[in-house]
């Protein structure tokens, strides 16, 4: 009985140390599916690690997962279009493309923190333009051969939205543009 429940625990170690790595991984899968009400009872519980400005440190929260009606009762319709359908703003139209206050960038769709002003920088693309997020944690990448050549697209870590893409014509230290529309962002101005 004991070496059974052993066994059991191990598998489940195993199971969860598997399913772990393969998420960290880079691989082309489309975050914003909307997965049936099983699985979405399943990844509901599932937390990830990301940096909060606020707490100016790490914290575990839970991934965010919700139906595309979910979405567009929360979203206007051209975040929604951008965020959950991988679509882009025009050039020039966002509001944070300008923007040069001081604060925190976060996702329009969670919350989560993902860039700061201080890596903001004048990139002449007509959309905001950073070279890192606040921490590598809070997003993700995929590789997206939508316009017939291959780019890497940008995502929130938490939920999946499509935020923009990044680029390696970027400034020092980094060399890497991130080019993000304007509607999948909110910004949270420094009361400092």
Not at 31 to 36: E, G, Q
Not at 68 to 82: A, I, R, T
Not at 106 to 118: A, K, P, Q
Not at 135 to 143: D, G, L, P
Request: charged content about 25%.
């Amino acid at each position: 009985m004991i070496i059974l429940k052993n066994m059991t625990i191990l598998i489940t170690l195993l199971t969860s140390l598997f399913l772990t790595t393969g998420c960290t991984q880079k691989k082309t899968v489309d975050a914003r599916a909307t997965p049936d009400l099983r699985e979405t009872t399943e990844l509901s519980a599932q937390k990830i690690k990301v940096f909060s400005a606020e707490k100016n440190g790490y914290i575990l929260v839970e991934k965010v997962h919700k139906t595309d009606e979910e979405w567009k009762k929360q979203l206007e319709p051209l975040s929604f279009e951008v965020t959950r359908k991988a679509g882009t703003e025009r050039a020039g139209t966002g509001k944070y493309e300008n923007n040069h206050e001081k604060g925190i960038y976060s996702c329009i769709c969670c919350g989560n923190d993902l860039f700061t002003s201080e890596t903001k920088f004048e990139s002449g693309t007509g959309w905001p333009s950073f070279w890192q997020p606040i921490a590598k944690e809070n997003v993700t990448t995929n590789s997206d051969h939508e316009l017939g050549y291959e780019r890497t697209e940008v995502l929130c870590a938490r939920c999946g939205a499509h935020l923009g893409h990044v680029f390696d014509d970027g400034p020092k230290p980094t060399g890497l543009r991130y080019c993000m529309n304007s509607v999948a962002l909110n910004f949270q101005k420094n009361n400092n």
